[in-house]
């Protein structure tokens, strides 16, 4: 089940972030960072995973400014940012893969596939094959 959500992009790593409540709108009806995403129009784990891809402080930046165009839930200035703060805690972060360099290049660049000669060796060999194949029956 988890994987048929991950294709709909509906990856369960976010939804501790997509779910935790942003405030109470003006009927008094929970608001949640999923629900303010939608409302805005925006797809919610396409934004969350967008969002978790982002260093801290440009994804509460980017938060922030989600937040000011939403006015459904009304919070302070002051206390927005609190808000922002804790929902960016909530983001699964990604490590950072580890780079070797080799020269300043990537050492995936430099070195080709491992088993890539082997694949092209057997792709040679079937080609001859099939060649020969053509062969006799003529």
Known sequence: MADALTQLGQDPKYERFLFAPVGEDR??????VLSMLA?????????ASDLAKLPDGAARQRLQAL?????????HVADRGRV??????FLP????????????????RVFPVQGAAFYWIIAAALFLG???LLAQGQ
Not at 39 to 47: C, N
Not at 84 to 89: E, G, H, K, Q, T
Not at 100 to 108: E, F, K, Q, V, W
């Open 93 to 108: 972060r990604q490590p950072q893969p580890a780079r070797t360099s080799l020269g300043g290049a990537s050492a995936a």
């Open 84 to 89: 922002v703060s804790r929902l960016v805690a």
């Open 130 to 132: 099939w060649v020969t």
């Open 39 to 47: 409302r805005l129009g925006l797809d919610p784990w396409g934004e």
């Open 27 to 32: 009927r008094g009806a929970s608001v949640t």
């Open 67 to 75: 937040m000011d165009r939403f006015h459904d839930v009304t919070t």
